[in-house]
């Protein structure tokens, strides 16, 4: 491991889905982590402490940065998380961290906004980093906006049309975010996270069908609708549209339609299909669905 044992490995995100993941796998392997967000910690371990933290409120980043060889980095929900997470990054800098993973998005190259301010820096400034770009969680089928859309009205609704995704399960992106913080040598790259295989909404659909017994079906709807569908759910505006719109470019442009060996490469094992991910969450779809939607 690269880290001193006198040194933890900082935690942002708070219960979020890799960071919440990698947080086990790193306690599982021995490694003392500081989980930082705005709610309590689930995690009750000797090799774990926890902190408030708010990406917002600067007042809270020294305690987190307090004997901190390392950091994961999930940014806050906005079009410009570069104006806060920069400011933490230096200080991080000039405190004890010298490795630095960045959780980004397959569609989101370090020239693109949100993510890309974040990602040139850490390229331009950190002795050891890495940026993950992973496509769209398996979770999303589960939990979030499809996982609430299929139980209550029996759809998955997009504006992706026939366009492919390279769905990766978060379990997997953990495993490539715990390699990039506790291997010897540092990664200093991206990497592009992907599943076995790319496949259009219709697929997806077809494979909840076929492993659950559901007739859950894909909805195309336009960039607006959609838009305005997750502003209704809480997400700011700007960034609603930033959303949808990757959504056109999944349909339009195929930005999501790719496979890649990275997590065989980086953790020696295969990604997790999608259709295995389906069968282990069986259970979870047969719960609280609408009558009528079992076939």
Known sequence: MHTDPSTRILITGGQGKTSSRLAQLLIHQGNPIRSAGRGPSKIENALADHVRFDWYDDSTHDAALQSIGAVYLVAPTGMHPEDVMIPFIRKALDASASRFVLLSSASVTEHDPVFGPVHQYLKE????????????????????????????????????????????????????????????????TEHIITGPESLSYDEAAAVINRHTGLAVKHSRITEEQLAQSLAAAGIPNKYAELLADLDRRIRTEGVEDQVTDTVVRVTGRDPRSLEDFIRSHRSWFEQGLPAGEMV
């Open 125 to 188: 400034h950190a002795p050891e980093w890495a940026v993950l770009r992973p496509s769209y969680f398996m979770q999303n089928f589960t939990e979030g906006g499809h996982g609430h859309t299929m139980r209550q009205q029996g759809q998955i609704f997009t504006a992706a049309g026939d366009g492919k995704v390279g769905f990766v399960d978060a379990d997997d992106i953990s495993a490539v975010a715990f390699h990039a913080l506790t291997d010897k040598e540092p990664h200093n």
